[in-house]
């Protein structure tokens, strides 16, 4: 069943292997025990190493979904910023016992849109952004251990790359990223199902599988 | 090529390790720290919704019951048994899609632009079969009195709805402004269905249903003004 092989959690990136030395030295390791949605419920308490642990653990996977948009450091950096503000003065809107990585991938989201519709007045930065979105990073040839994830991405549509994003680095399950995205699980499953029908060919190409077709159901 | 390989590939690079600057996390940390302090999460999104609705219902009977309830002593049982209730249900839906536009992360049941599209079109059904007088008597001008009377209803709903979801975050504005549109409009419709005597179907299918769309409409273009004037809030 298709469903469970893109639906299932990809890597650890709930967990607080992230959590760097700098961090731990600093504040409680009693974070280190918690889950996202625990230190959030502290966070919304007033607690400061909650938040401090929640910036340290889950910036990684959001500077990256920002990288892989913007192509740019200083973009990820400004983006990932204005991200944890807005969260810092939404962060009431979260629930206790919610999960808490579609509250905060809709919120990145909405930072994201609204840095594209700033960049698109911009007419300077007009071709920056063409060169952002274009499949810019060669491939490694298949005897590489493992493709660069946004190399491999890159030739897929932007909506079908944030579903298999959410799900393969934020480790989101179908309904998550559907809260995320403000659509439905089908329409979700949906983009899965093409993105890997895209990603099958494209890996049969650079010599990754034997060509078997199937496999998504 | 299984999904499972294309899965294993895609965990395999989705490994590779990802740093943050750490003196960037180390600055937005103080920064969080600095505004600090506990806050009290939203209400249950039902007690919201629930809030939203009683909004509309007494703004709708506050208005009709201003200009008189003639519309509704003029109904038949048949009408008011399937007029009202379509209604409320239209309201009720409308008030849960407006809270959850308001909440990130909410599961979205229905588009605010289907919701629009629904309300509309099961307004414009049920009128079609309850009313069949089709005489266009004063056609402009009492259809526009009652656009207006009906905008005008919903311009207090909207504000109370602004009002109660005060503390929500829309992701989306202009989704959330049309959301809260389609919900005001539709108190602006209960209170004409209350108030108006005019059953001339062409009245009711244009100038009563009108008030939804103008008043959605309406919530979507100052979402996108008010969305157009936030400024950036990035730290450096």
């Not at chain 1, 913007?70 to 206790?96: C, K, N, V």
């Not at chain 2, 895609?10 to 969080?32: G, Q, W």
Request: charged residues 20%; contains cysteine; proline residues 6%.
């Amino acid at each position: 069943m298709r469903t469970a092989a893109v639906g299932g959690t990809a890597n650890g990136a709930r967990h607080s292997a992230d959590i760097g030395d700098n961090w731990v030295s600093r504040y409680s390791p009693m974070c280190l025990d918690n889950h996202p949605e625990q230190l959030m419920a502290r966070y919304q308490q007033g607690d400061l190493a909650a938040a401090s642990a929640l910036i340290q653990h889950l910036s990684p996977q959001l500077h990256r979904f920002f990288l892989a948009d913007f192509g740019s450091r200083g973009d990820a950096d400004d983006l990932l910023q204005e991200t944890w503000m807005r969260i810092h003065e939404a962060r009431h809107t979260y629930r206790p016992g919610e999960p808490l990585l579609p509250w905060l991938y809709a919120i990145a989201r909405h930072i994201r849109v609204d840095h594209y519709r700033r960049a698109q007045r911009r007419t300077a930065r007009e071709a920056q952004l063409d060169d952002a979105s274009s499949p810019a990073p060669a491939f490694p040839g298949p005897s590489a251990a493992a493709p660069d994830l946004e190399a491999l991405l890159a030739p897929l549509p932007e909506s079908q790359r944030e579903v298999i994003r959410m799900l393969k680095i934020a480790g989101m399950s179908l309904d998550e990223v559907a809260r995320a995205t403000s659509s439905s699980v089908g329409s979700v499953k949906q983009k899965a199902h093409r993105a890997y029908e895209r990603l099958r060919e494209r890996l049969i190409v650079m010599g990754f599988g034997k060509g078997s077709p199937g496999g998504v159901s | 090529m299984k999904d499972k390989e294309i899965d294993d590939i895609l965990k395999k690079a989705a490994e590779t390790p990802h740093r943050v600057d750490p003196a960037l996390l180390d600055r937005v940390t103080a920064s969080l720290g600095a505004s600090l302090g506990p806050v009290r999460p939203l209400p249950p999104p039902w007690i919201l919704a629930t809030g939203a609705i009683l909004v509309c219902a007494a703004i709708a009977l506050a208005g009709a019951a201003r200009l008189g309830l003639s519309g509704f002593r003029e109904l038949s049982g048949l009408q008011r048994v399937l007029i009202f209730p379509a209604l409320a249900i239209q309201i009720g839906l409308a008030a849960t899609v407006c809270v959850r536009e308001r909440i990130p992360g909410s599961r979205r049941a229905v588009a605010p632009g289907l919701l629009l599209a629904a309300c509309c079109v099961s307004l414009l059904a049920v009128f079609a079969v309850l009313f069949h007088d089709y005489a266009t008597e004063r056609f402009v001008h009492q259809g526009v009195t009652c656009l207006v009377a009906g905008l005008l209803h919903a311009v207090p709903a909207a504000l109370a709805i602004a009002l109660l979801l005060r503390r929500g975050f829309a992701v989306n504005p202009v989704a959330a402004g049309l959301a809260a549109g389609t919900l005001a409009g539709l108190a602006g419709l209960g209170m004409l269905e209350l108030h108006c005597a005019n059953f001339e179907a062409p009245h009711l299918m244009l100038w009563h249903t009108a008030v939804v769309p103008v008043a959605a409409a309406a919530g979507a273009l100052l979402a996108s003004f008010v969305r157009s004037l936030r400024p950036s809030r990035a730290l450096l």
